[in-house]
């Protein structure tokens, strides 16, 4: 079965869960638009997260998603709002959902991985969950090592359940490479950063805008932590620190609370714009639907150049 028919969904595309903006005005306007949009539950509380559940089910009847931050100590309460809410699909990252498999699988909840490494996605597969997520470094936001390029192929021969592709796709090239690697589908961050839906500020929107291919880089990997954002003073200032040994507390009295300076207030000089490498060709406003319905025509007509290939995607009637 493949990842549209596995979810319902009429496009094979995945918006990422990103903190503190995956929340229900860009969810809704995803899965309106035929793909799977998530809500992206890191720094939630369970009473906002069934808050932000119930606004999207009252946006749209299509499939959306939770994702599911498993670093976070509050997962439990937020897997009880999600079975309450009869969510039905949820994504995990940041940690394994072992303890929380027989639970979600019990409500008949379908569990996709986020994952950075083969290894990690053997070991999803072992579990059961029903798809995988191969996020490269290129990404924005927590990352792994391994490039998207090199990652995907991998993982797709590691595997038998359906592979989705993260990671430097902004267009229909990328969504055409994805495939071409063996993948489903493509989950994809960045660019919704440049949608009018996106509910973050102007500034932000603008920041990703205006960056070129080099405009991004990593901090945290010296304490386990790794994030691509785009560079201002205060990433060069944790960078500084960061190659000076710095402990993971003085690290953190400088990134508490960036991104949400960043997302809400718009200070995008000691807030976190956290955005991938392919940030340099989201240079446009446009919604989400003209932005989806633009990426797969043209990875359609891409594809049928390349030898005949077809996207698995339903036609609107269908789905």
Avoid at 148 to 169: D, F, R, Y
Wanted: aromatic letters at 4%; charged letters at 20%.
């Amino acid at each position: 079965m493949n990842i549209t028919e596995l979810l319902g969904i009429q496009y094979p595309i995945f918006q990422g869960a990103m903190a503190q903006i995956a929340r229900e005005p860009l969810v809704s306007a995803v899965s309106n638009a035929g793909g799977l949009g998530i809500v992206g539950s890191g720094g939630m509380s369970a009473d906002v997260l069934r808050e932000e559940i119930r606004k999207v089910k009252a946006a749209t009847n299509k499939p959306f998603a939770v994702n599911l931050m498993l670093m976070m100590p509050n997962i439990p309460e937020l897997i009880q709002v999600i079975i309450e809410e009869e969510v039905k699909i949820v994504t995990t990252g940041a940690g394994t959902p072992a303890p929380y498999m027989a639970t979600l699988k019990e409500r008949g909840i379908k569990v996709i991985a986020v994952i950075p490494s083969v290894k990690i996605a053997k070991k999803m597969e072992a579990l059961g969950v029903d798809a995988i997520v191969a996020e490269g470094t290129e990404a924005g936001g927590h990352v792994g090592e391994t490039t998207t390029m090199a990652l995907v192929p991998q993982v797709v021969s590691a595997v038998s359940i359906p592979v989705v592709a993260a990671g430097g796709i902004a267009d229909g090239r990328g969504i055409a490479a994805a495939f071409a690697l063996g993948a489903q589908g493509v989950q994809v961050g960045t660019r919704f950063l440049t949608t009018f839906e996106c509910p973050t500020h102007e500034n932000f929107k603008q920041a990703v805008i205006d960056a070129d291919d080099t405009s991004t880089t990593v901090t945290g990997r010296s304490i386990g932590g790794p994030v691509r954002s785009i560079k201002n003073s205060m990433i060069a200032e944790f960078l500084k620190l960061e190659n000076e040994h710095a402990s993971r507390e003085e690290l953190e009295k400088i990134s508490l609370g960036s991104l949400r300076r960043a997302v809400f207030e718009g200070d995008t000089d000691r807030g976190s714009v956290m955005a991938g490498q392919i940030a340099g060709l989201c240079n446009e406003m446009t919604s989400v639907e003209e932005m989806i319905v633009s990426m797969f025509g043209e990875a359609q007509l891409l594809l049928q150049r390349l030898g005949g290939m077809t996207i698995a995607a339903k036609t609107p009637v269908e789905a």
